[in-house]
């Protein structure tokens, strides 16, 4: 039963576009989400989080969206840029503290 | 400072063999966190400790794994008989506090494990 859900295994952009990512999860109970990014040979990076009592978070070209009722979240990149080429995941928790991750979106932004 | 380390890098070992993983979290963070990660797939939660002891285990897939963090710092996933479904890269995350998921877990670069 996958509770977190990133539908598109890839996305590809152009340099200076908007990039999107999509993420949807099925357990009410999650409170906390968060976005990594992760280059090859490398663990994941933490990118930005949002708490479910926000429904936006903005931090530089990054920006992530809530919306509680349809149990899903995006993440904004504005500009792409080529180093922003990697898997994304999206992850969520409880109150336990332990992630629960989508299965992650590669974006390539082209220049 | 220091982030997360994890030794080995690559391990490769043949099937039925004992393995052991190591992680050495950042300084002063009282939270680790083992993930595993298959191709293709999103990390997976195994275990997480808070100081000593495990406080959720409930991630591990079955007795063959089990993890130790005797002193409150580095701590070691040991698989016994290992099996080839057991291929994967093992992540380990260290967070300063576990008193919620309010917490950022910094993650190592993984250890990737082959059983042939």
């Known amino acids: 039963d996958q509770q977190v859900k990133q539908n598109s295994p890839s996305l590809s952009v152009q340099e200076g576009r908007i990039s999107i990512l999509n993420c949807d999860y099925t357990n009410s109970m999650f409170d906390y989400f968060l976005w990594y990014k992760k280059y090859p040979a490398e663990g994941p990076t933490f990118l930005i989080s949002?708490?479910?009592?926000?429904d936006k978070n903005e931090d530089g070209r990054f920006t992530v969206f809530l919306n509680k009722s349809a149990k899903h979240l995006s993440l904004h990149i504005v500009p792409s840029q080529p180093g922003d080429s990697a898997v994304y995941f999206c992850?969520?928790?409880?109150?336990?503290?332990?992630?629960?991750f989508g299965q992650g979106t590669t974006l390539q932004v082209k220049p | 400072g220091a982030g997360v380390s994890q030794t080995p890098s690559n391990k490769v070992t043949e099937k039925g063999k004992y393995v052991e993983l190591r992680c050495d979290p950042i300084?002063?963070?009282?939270?680790l966190y083992w993930y595993r990660q298959s191709l293709g797939q999103g990390p997976e939660f195994l275990i997480y400790?808070?100081?000593?002891?495990?406080?959720?285990d409930s991630g591990l897939p079955n007795d063959r794994f089990f993890a130790v963090r005797p002193e409150g710092s580095v701590s070691t996933l040991k698989i016994q008989r290992t099996e080839r479904g057991d291929s994967a890269v093992y992540l380990c995350?260290?967070?300063?506090?576990?008193?919620?998921?309010?917490?950022?877990?910094?993650f190592g670069p993984g250890t990737r494990l082959l059983v042939l």
């Open positions: 400790f808070q100081g000593t002891g495990a406080a959720d």
């Open positions: 949002i708490s479910s009592i926000k």
């Open positions: 300084s002063g963070h009282t939270a």
């Open positions: 995350a260290s967070s300063l506090l576990a008193s919620g998921p309010h917490e950022t877990q910094y």
């Open positions: 992850a969520a928790s409880d109150n336990t503290g332990k992630l629960i």
